[in-house]
């Protein structure tokens, strides 16, 4: 189990936030960015694995998510149905909105701690997790009992 490819991140970009990890494929607002450009988002609002978190108040300083341009598209269509009743009224609208496409390509985050690196204190949490997935990752279904 390797904690880099664990990551995930909380970002925001355009107003919107996104959980992401690395190589999802995101489509979010559209943004003036050629197509294979790389951009940073710096607007990191969480960083986590499933060991440990780190939460900021409101962004965290030294996290980062780079990201790579795929594309520009329009996004499926939306339809707005109007109608007032006891009458033959009625109206149809629709919009198709312009979205990017992301390909999440890193997520970085180096934190430390006062004697080091903390990815050093992960590595033995890391072995604890994987000793105690493996005794209780077992395919017994657990029926949940009434307690009356």
Do not use: C
């Not at 294979?36 to 030294?62: C, K, M, Q, Y």
């Not at 992301?102 to 033995?124: A, F, H, Q, S, V």
């Amino acid at each position: 189990m390797n904690i880099r490819k664990q990551i995930f991140a909380v970002v925001s970009t355009i107003g919107r936030q996104y959980k992401v990890t690395e190589g999802d494929v995101l489509q979010v607002p559209f943004m003036e960015a050629p197509i294979d450009s790389e951009i940073r988002l710096d607007r990191v609002h969480l960083v986590g694995t499933p060991i440990w978190t780190a939460i900021g108040t409101p962004f965290i300083d030294n996290a980062e998510v780079r990201a790579i341009v795929e594309g520009h598209q329009r996004s499926r269509k939306i339809l707005i149905f109007k109608k007032k009743r006891k009458s033959t009224t009625e109206l149809w609208k629709g919009r198709r909105t312009p979205i990017t496409m992301l390909r999440i390509l890193e997520i970085k985050y180096e934190p430390e701690n006062e004697d080091g690196n903390i990815y050093d204190d992960m590595k033995k949490k890391e072995s604890k997790l994987a000793r105690y997935q493996q005794y209780f990752n077992t395919n017994d279904k657990v029926v949940k009992e009434r307690v009356p």
